[in-house]
Every structure is written in structure tokens, then in C-alpha cells.
């Protein structure tokens, strides 16, 4: 059996074994690259040596390819900045390989692992690493010549892995993600849309490691109160069932995933204050929170409205889409036309999530359902509806 046929193979039985790991191996296309002496992943594809995979024995694979995935699902690949690739990839590798042990996966022999950095992030990882190479050189320049710790016969950077690929573990580099510059958010953004779509298939089908809830801890690590408070508010009036009628809009090639069916629709109405006192800061931090809604299918459709004295942009997003979180208007403050709007045209509305300074007397007529305003000020007392103290910097 080829190289490619044994990845695939190995790809399928992480389907079946670790939903999650195996679902989002499908979003990653399959390259073969003589120059890299192991394997890699930049986020998009999974390179491979085509004689080094036909080196592992079958569980070795398996763990491999979880191993890369897991790059991906702690968004390693959009990460690293400028720090030296070499010493990115062991702190990688350190934060990863213990869990994926505890999995129940069997990495490559040479895999690295340090009870010290368990459960740290990579970036911790890294600083440490590099302030004790720091150490050792300046040691070795006072004649001692002691070689640096975690380096020990291991490549130096740009070494070993072509094109910039280092794998000091042997079991998998992180490259850097391909996306251009300006156009890294829009991909880190489908990048975790994708890790919350596999975590959701892995809970329904009740698999779903210590591994799995620190990979989703990264991507949302930040977390405060009122994100929580959110995330009930938008949940409470949906009740949701698992379906494989209707296919996943995230389904890839023979691979059908289940779709969530709602007993009762959720249709989520976000109205954002875009007057000019407004903190973008705060548009981001919210749909943030809302494009997780969808990718988690926590809401079959999300509404955002942008309003300051008149309503100025109507958009509708449902699992599958991302949201376009661009500010127009940025004139006063009227909360009454957006919610004679929602009136009008949304009467499905289960759930309305306001985001304003509450800088505004005009608080038009209480709607039907119920209301949570997001104050990115101090709260002030409102008529009707509940209000949460947003920090978007949190």
C-alpha cells in the first residue's frame, strides 16, 4: 500500500475512533513533499514524506495524524509571530503530546515529552525554553560548553525540514499558516469554526477527550462572565435534536455529518449601536461570541442589525457562514427604529442581544421576546430587558 492510501486509511480510522481528530483531518488536503523529512501542517494541508510515513507502524500513523491535527486545533499555525521556527515547534509539541498520550494515542518514536510543561501553553513553553537556551549561551561563552537544553541533537533552525519545516519530536512540524497577511483573521476565524464543528460531532458522539476541551479552552481562552451570560441568553428558548437526514453543510466529499434539527428554532437578533461613541473593540469581541453560536449550531440563524439613528444594515447567517462584522452608520443613538424593525420584519425573533454604550432615551416599544442588553459602559437602569457589562478586552 502507497504512502497516500495508508494516510487515508489511517484518516478513516479517526473517524470511527476519535471523531474529533478525525473530522478535522478531512479540512486538510493531502501533499506529498520529498523535501520535508517527516511530515507537517501550515492549517490547510497535511505534507508528508512519503518514506518516513511508510516507516510507522499503523498506530504510529494514526498518532501522527492526530498529532498534526492537533496543531491545527490549538491554532498553532497562525501563532508563532517571530519567534525561531525550531524552538516554536518543540514548545508545540511539549504542549500537545501529553494529551494526546492520554487520548489513548501512539506517537512516533522520538516524540517529545516533559511532565514540567504539562497543561501549559506553547507560548509559555517557548518563553521558558528560550530564556534557558538564553542561559546556556551565555554559559557556553564563559567556557563551559554545555549544549542548550531541548536542543540536544536536534536541527538548528532551517535545518532538517526544508523550507523552513523544522520536526526536532520527528513526529510532525507546524509550518506558519499560507493566508496572506491581511487575510490571516477571515482564516484563523474558518479555522476555528471548523475545531468547534468537530467538537460538536465528537459530543454527540459522546467521545470527547481531556484533549479536546483544552484545544477548545484555546481558542476561546479569554472567557469572562458575561460571554457565559451570552452564550444562556441565545441557548434558552432552542431545543435541538441530532439528525442524519439533513447533511452538514460542513460534510466533505463521502464523509456525511449530522445535522442539528431544531425542535424549536432559535433565530438570534444582534442590533449593534453604531454610533460614533462606540468601541469596535466591543463589535468584535460580540461577534466573536456569535460566530461561535453558529459554528456550534447553538443558533439555526443569527440576524445582525447595525443601527444608530435609523437602521443601516440588515445581514442573516446560518450555521456555515461567517460573519461580517464591518461598522456603517456611526451617527447618534435611537434604540427604537431597530426594534420596530425586528417588529416588522423578524416577528421569528426568539432572542434580541443588544450592544450599545446605552448612551439614548429612545427606547422605542418592549418586544415580544426577551431582551439582553450588552453595555459596554457602566450599566445604567433600563425599562425593560436585563443588561450585562461587556469587556471586550477580556
Known sequence: MDALARIKGARSALILSQPFWGCLSLNLKLQERPDIDTAATDGESLFYNAEFINSLRERELVGLIAHEVE??????????????????NIACDLA???????????LPEGALFNPRFKGQSAEAIYKALAREEQNQRQKDQQGQGAQAPGSQGQPQPGQGQGQGAPDPGRCGGVLDSPAPQGEREAAEARAQAQIRQAAAVARRAGSQPGAVAEALGEISRGRNPWREILRRFADQSSLKDTSWLRRSRRSSGAVILPSQVSIAPAHVVCVVDSSGSMDRSALRAIVGELQ???????A???????CDTAVRKVATYQPGDVIDGRIE?????????????IASEIPDA????????????????EPACPVLWAATERPRPVPWGEVVEIDAHA
Not at 496543531?71 to 516554536?88: N, S
Not at 461561535?292 to 447553538?298: I, P
Not at 439555526?300 to 447595525?306: E, F, K, N, P, Y
Open 292 to 298: 461561535a453560536l453558529l459554528d456550534e449550531q447553538a
Open 329 to 341: 452608520g456611526r451617527g447618534g443613538t435611537a434604540f427604537a427604529p431597530a426594534l420596530a424593525y
Open 96 to 106: 500537545i503530546n501529553e494529551g494526546l498520550r492520554a487520548a489513548g494515542f501512539h
Open 71 to 88: 496543531h491545527v486545533a490549538r491554532l498553532h499555525c497562525f501563532r508563532r509571530g517571530t519567534r525561531d521556527a525550531r524552538l516554536w
Open 350 to 365: 426568539s432572542a434580541i442581544l443588544y450592544l450599545t454604550d446605552l448612551d439614548c432615551d429612545s427606547w422605542g416599544e
Open 300 to 306: 439555526d440563524q443569527i440576524s445582525l442589525i447595525q
